[in-house]
């Protein structure tokens, strides 16, 4: 089919970012529709710890956390590889739920805001041209006079505009792998854990309904080491974390098989490309030792409606939209992401994660500073 009606805003991509945008653009009284590739509800790698930065923002946008009784974490623990633990507590902390859960809740918000959500909607290919966009979908071809991404930490739309990230060579920036469980488990309720293995870390905390995500993210070569084995990789390097193996060993897993995602890139990004906002990990993806991803998002997604509406309402140009954006990004989100970056290249030796996580225990001062990076301030 060929849609003939001009949105005031496309979104592609129906992740935290996407629905929250389409969300604040509806309630201003713009024409959103959102595009996204898969069929609500469905499963997403992400470690489902929302820093509590959050939680005002999203109960604005409609979703009613406080009656969802979900657990609330102000707990954290860190393993090194050798065992050695360290225990603090979470000054701001988080809470958990399933993006099974919230992403659905609020398409359902979305929709009932007037966004028009185009579900099993692939966009092949975005054209901007005389001030307008012209989206090409597996359901025919969409205008609108702003565009929006929010695909995810890699999409066809990367490849296809060549973007910087994608041209570069495997680095210790790139090339990772993500992997994701729901289990049950009996570990604490009010606690999150991060469990280091070499070249790899693993997250466990509570969501919804009795069930806890364990999500964990490695590089490639693990698991080329591993034959390309989800099961052989995690007997081979998780395992050698007595606390990761007693979880394994202990753990009834919820999902036949593993969500997985692969060729995550830290890379830095662009938060425009063609003259499209990207919000969301694609416009920058933080690494899960250094920030909560799930919140930059939402805050990401403030960032872009605020732009966006400035310019509908015919009070900034284009350019001044996208200067706009950006500078606010860069402002929020920039040194955040950088420090990501700095220590992932770092990441990965053993001996160093055992050392480190020995300091930390010594001197939790530092683990405070770190803290304060993976939590922002509420907004």
């Known amino acids: 089919m060929n849609e003939t009606i001009p949105y005031d805003v496309t979104i592609i991509g129906g992740g935290l970012a996407g ?3 389409s969300i604040q ?20 790698v992400c470690g489902e710890y929302i820093s509590l930065e959050s939680w005002d923002f999203i109960e604005s946008l409609g979703l009613p956390l ?8 102000k707990k954290l623990i860190v393993s090194a590889p050798n065992g050695s633990m360290l225990k603090h507590n979470l000054p701001l902390g988080g809470f958990g739920i399933s993006r099974y859960k919230m992403d659905f809740e609020l398409k359902k918000i979305a929709e009932s805001a007037g966004v028009t959500v185009y579900e099993n909607c692939k966009v092949e290919d975005v054209v901007f041209e005389n001030e307008k966009f012209k989206l090409h979908t597996v359901k025919g071809i969409f205008t609108s006079t702003v565009c929006a991404g929010s695909f995810g930490k ?74 390309n084995s989800i099961s052989e990789l995690e007997k081979n390097e998780l395992y050698k974390n007595i606390h990761l193996k007693n979880i394994f060993d202990s753990a009834t897993l919820m999902f036949e098989a593993p969500i997985t995602i692969s060729q995550i890139s830290f890379a830095k990004k662009a938060q425009v490309e063609n003259h499209v906002l ?11 030792l ?52 700095l220590i992932q290249e770092g ?25 304060k990076q993976t939590h922002g301030k509420p907004f």
């Open 290 to 341: 250094c920030g909560n991803g799930m919140s930059m998002a939402l805050h990401s997604s403030k960032l872009a409606a605020a732009a966006i509406g400035e310019f509908l309402q015919h009070k900034i140009n284009r350019q001044q939209m996208e200067e706009l954006y950006t500078g606010n990004w860069q402002q929020q989100f920039g040194k955040r992401l950088k420090a990501g970056r």
């Open 25 to 44: 653009l509806a309630a201003k009284g713009y024409l959103v529709a959102l595009f996204e590739k898969e069929h609500y509800p469905f499963h997403k």
């Open 19 to 21: 629905l929250a945008l």
């Open 154 to 227: 890699r999409a066809n739309l990367d490849v296809k505009w060549k973007r910087n990230f994608i041209l570069k060579k495997n680095n210790k920036l790139s090339n990772y792998i993500g992997v994701k469980y729901h289990i049950k488990t009996d570990f604490a309720g009010d606690t999150i854990a991060l469990h280091n293995f070499k070249d790899g870390y693993c997250g466990i905390s509570k969501i919804e309904n009795d069930t806890w995500c364990l999500c964990y993210l490695t590089n490639a070569a693990n698991l080329k080491n591993s034959n």
């Open 278 to 288: 990207l919000c969301g990990d694609a416009g920058g993806v933080i690494t899960p």
């Open 66 to 73: 406080s009656q969802m009784q979900l657990p609330i974490i």
């Open 347 to 371: 990441f990965g030796k053993t001996w160093i994660t055992n050392m480190f996580i020995g300091i930390m225990k010594k001197l939790p001062f530092i683990t405070n500073l770190l803290i």
